[in-house]
């Protein structure tokens, strides 16, 4: 008799079985092009997590995002969002529920992510396939103690993606509205050629007011964060797809390969091939 898979699988744990402030966590197979385009919300902090494949979420604002192999979506509460499925993927999701510094400390940083918008980082995908597999291996069967050790690794995850948020100024020190918005122009256009006077524009500033605001809450030129947040891109998927420095080059809009692996060795003291 044939098998028929079903077009989500999903292996669920909810707050019978996890600790504060986890109100679910699970892994999702998406085996076909599938979606929802009605808007729904979350009363929880919500993070997606690539494992495989391709979806992409949008928001009512037009706002859209890939979730693809080691990228972390993060999606405000209560930020009305829907989805679809591009490549056939495999996904852990987070439902956070909210809560505060007395409390839970740093954690609740997570909660001071702007409130309008979705938020992406990119992460080693080794270590979002380690707790799949502990989510997978608690949702087969109960053990004691595996409550207390999927928390545990679940918290850790969480600190990761916190200090990555710091490291990328999607959190921290950064409170100037006009940073948010040069990162959100550059999270949308990661992928294309951004020029100084097209993200000062978007910011709402002139290019040499813009740049010296830039500098002074990131520490760096402008150009030189966007050159270093497409070369992290770039290496994380010279490790986790099987594109070549040449379509790395294109994909990210750099001039040209030589220049990528210019600028690629200057940042990690290795060719991209020796990555």
């Known amino acids: 008799m044939a098998i028929i898979l079903q077009p989500i699988q999903q292996h669920v744990l ?14 999702v197979r998406y085996t076909t092009l599938t979606g929802r385009r009605v808007m729904h919300m979350h009363e929880g902090l919500q993070i997606i997590a690539g494992l495989e494949g391709r979806s992409r979420l949008g928001t009512a604002s037009g706002e859209e995002m890939l979730v693809e192999k080691g990228s972390v979506l993060f999606i ?15 996904t852990v999701q987070i439902l956070l529920s909210p809560v505060s510094a007395t409390h839970y400390g740093e954690l609740a940083e997570l909660f001071e992510l702007p409130p309008g918008r979705m938020t992406r980082i990119q992460v080693d995908p080794e270590e979002l396939h380690s707790c799949a597999e ?29 200090a990555e948020l710091h490291r990328s100024g999607r959190i921290g020190a ?72 040449k379509e790395l080059t294109e994909y990210f809009g750099f001039q040209s390969t030589s220049y990528f692996c210019h600028k690629f060795k200057e940042l990690y003291h290795t060719t991209p091939k020796g990555r």
């Open 134 to 162: 502990l989510i997978d291996r608690c949702h087969g069967g109960f053990i004691p103690g595996n409550s207390l050790e999927l928390t545990g690794r679940l918290l850790l995850l969480l600190a990761n993606l916190l």
């Open 14 to 27: 909810s707050q019978a079985f996890l600790l504060l402030p986890f109100v679910e966590v699970m892994t």
């Open 174 to 245: 950064i409170r100037d509205p006009v940073v948010n918005r040069a990162l959100e122009y550059i999270e949308m256009h990661i992928r294309e050629k951004i020029s100084l006077r097209d993200i000062a524009q978007y910011s709402g500033l002139g290019v040499s007011r813009f740049s010296e605001v830039f500098r002074k809450n990131l520490g760096c030129p402008p150009m030189e964060f966007i050159t270093r947040s497409k070369l992290k891109q770039a290496a994380t998927m010279l490790k986790v797809t099987n594109l070549s420095v």
């Open 76 to 90: 405000p509460v209560k930020l009305p969002h829907n989805w679809s499925i591009e490549v056939p993927a495999r």
